[in-house]
């Protein structure tokens, strides 16, 4: 009898302490264009700029939906708990079914930075692929200079690989920057692992740090 195996997340919502993780709303998408349109994430992703209310509209109802129906991945808004503003995205993407293996890639609204989001929704996200999806290793690609991502890499008990040398496109601010310039920049991705055994004490080095380390609640 032959296994049909699952090539599609289900339709989840994430709670930890501070934050919930869910599928992007409508009501999503003032606050999306607001973030997207930041200069850090200008620079480090590749996001249409400016981005737009067309753009933000076709992510949250085409986009995002699709990662996860049609098996790629899955995109989550992250809100805080208290306020449900949004606070940033995970993305699970590249996922590979038949190694369980997936790529994360994550931003974070400028309001939210230096509070430890990035690294508590992340880490909630690799608990749930490795425990309830069974999951056997989450990658990470952090361009060379982006230094915050490198620290949630870090954070979460990552392990540098390797260096992918020439193999991302940059922004960076011209000359005349002030008027809102941009050009594209080459530079090298540093890659990260994460697998099931290292997500070991990962909860108690967070909370003894005065991190967030509960991440048990989805459904």
Request: aromatic share 8%.
């Amino acid at each position: 009898m032959e296994l049909r195996m699952t090539t599609t997340f289900p339709d989840i919502s994430i709670s930890t302490d501070r934050l919930v993780l869910r599928p992007f709303d409508e009501s999503d998408i003032p606050a999306l264009i607001e973030m997207m349109n930041d200069e850090m994430v200008v620079a480090w992703t590749s996001a249409p700029h400016p981005y737009t209310t067309t753009d933000a509209e076709r992510w949250v109802r085409r986009i995002a939906p699709a990662e996860r129906t049609q098996g790629r991945g899955i995109a989550l808004a992250v809100t805080e708990f208290l306020t449900q503003r949004l606070v940033g995205t995970v993305h699970l993407r590249h996922t590979d079914w038949r190694t369980r293996a997936t790529e994360a890639a994550y931003v974070t609204a400028p309001w939210a930075r230096g509070e430890g989001y990035a690294t508590e929704a992340v880490l909630a996200v690799a608990q749930w692929i490795f425990r309830d999806q069974r999951f056997e290793r989450l990658e990470l690609r952090t361009a060379a200079d982006n230094t915050a991502s490198q620290q949630v890499a870090q954070k979460i008990g990552c392990v540098s690989e390797g260096v992918l040398r020439n193999a991302w496109i940059a922004r960076t601010r011209t000359e005349n920057g002030a008027d809102g310039g941009w050009t594209d920049i080459r530079t090298d991705l540093i890659v990260w692992s994460l697998l099931p055994e290292d997500l070991e004490g990962a909860a108690d080095r967070m909370a003894g740090a005065g991190g967030y380390g509960s991440y048990n609640d989805w459904n």
